[in-house]
């Protein structure tokens, strides 16, 4: 017996980032199937078009003979809840400012719901990843930009307007490059993953492209002390905006998530020397890599759709 129920409803995640799309249905707390798709190529085409393709990538990762109970949505905001529209014509102009979510919904009969991509990857942490079980979780998205999303006893923390607050916009830097938020200095272009690209392919070049450049930094970190250097300065840069976070929310711990947490061995000092404090202001969050990978906000998105209580307190 495994020990898992076959009568579970199945709930289906959406995570929609500015790279690529993941699904992944979910039944009875483990992953039943997954599948990636390029956003772009999603995408394509009229709105309808769009649409379908999603709920074609719903369906196939549906066990045989059932059907999704629900479907849940994380994509990079900022994300309007309550009216089912993204709005991010810079990182996920494929399917924003439309109504995505009663789209999809008419097109597979069945509940959808929409969140921010960073709460949905938080939710996934903290239903079955770093975060088990914690009663004040901070997590970070290192991706195409930046996520953030605070939960207080399972809970997402919101804004006024019941949105999520975007966290990757902070202030840290005197760079007077205009973010497309409008602020300068802004953290998602100081630290997410394509900025730690930039800075490796200063010293690399230009001959490894996307995630490649990743994987040649960090076996180049090994030899060269100029490329680890780079991911020291990036660490600086990503505690920067989280010594923010942290000094407003309190986490008791932050997870750090995104494709360039994988390279959180390399610049975990730089980070550190950011996060360091006079004890009195110190703040004893314990600082996890994510465990669900390219899953977690796919998962968490599933978890949303299910409709999950909070967590018991404690870590």
């Not at 709920?55 to 196939?60: C, D, F, N, R």
């Not at 089912?84 to 979510?101: A, C, I, K, M």
């Not at 088990?132 to 605070?150: K, N, S, V, Y």
């Not at 000092?269 to 004893?284: C, I, K, N, T």
């Amino acid at each position: 017996m495994s020990g898992h129920r076959t009568d579970a409803p199945v709930t289906v995640g959406l995570d929609l980032g500015g790279t690529g799309v993941r699904a992944l249905s979910w039944r009875d707390g483990r992953t039943v199937a997954s599948a990636n798709a390029l956003s772009a190529e999603l995408g394509a085409g009229p709105v309808p078009e769009r649409v379908g393709r999603l709920a074609g990538l719903v369906t196939g990762v549906l066990p045989p003979g059932t059907s999704a109970a629900a479907v849940g949505i994380g994509a990079s905001g900022p994300v309007d809840n309550a009216a089912g529209v993204v709005h991010n014509q810079d990182t996920l102009p494929w399917f924003s400012d439309f109504p995505l979510v009663a789209s999809l919904r008419e097109r597979l009969g069945v509940p959808v719901v929409i969140d921010n991509d960073a709460v949905s990857a938080a939710l996934g942490e903290h239903a079955a990843g770093a975060g088990r079980r914690c009663d004040r979780m901070l997590m970070i998205t290192l991706g195409t930009g930046i996520g953030a999303a605070m939960l207080v006893d399972g809970r997402p923390v919101r804004g006024l307007d019941g949105a999520h607050p975007e966290g990757g916009h902070l202030p840290v830097t005197s760079d007077p490059a205009r973010c497309y938020c409008g602020l300068t200095g802004c953290w998602e272009q100081a630290a997410s993953r394509g900025a730690l690209q930039r800075m490796l392919r200063v010293r690399l070049g230009e001959d490894h492209p996307g995630n490649e450049t990743l994987r040649y930094g960090s076996e180049a970190a090994a030899t060269d002390p100029a490329v680890r250097r780079i991911f020291t300065e990036y660490g600086v840069l990503v505690g920067r905006g989280l010594a923010a976070l942290h000094a407003l929310y309190q986490p008791r711990v932050t997870v750090i998530g995104g494709s360039a947490a994988s390279c959180l061995p390399l610049f975990a000092d730089g980070l550190r020397r950011s996060l360091a404090r006079s004890a009195e202001y110190a703040v004893p969050s314990e600082i996890r890599p994510a465990e669900l990978g390219d899953n977690a906000g796919a998962v968490g998105a599933a978890v949303l759709a299910l409709g999950l209580g909070a967590a018991p307190p404690g870590c």
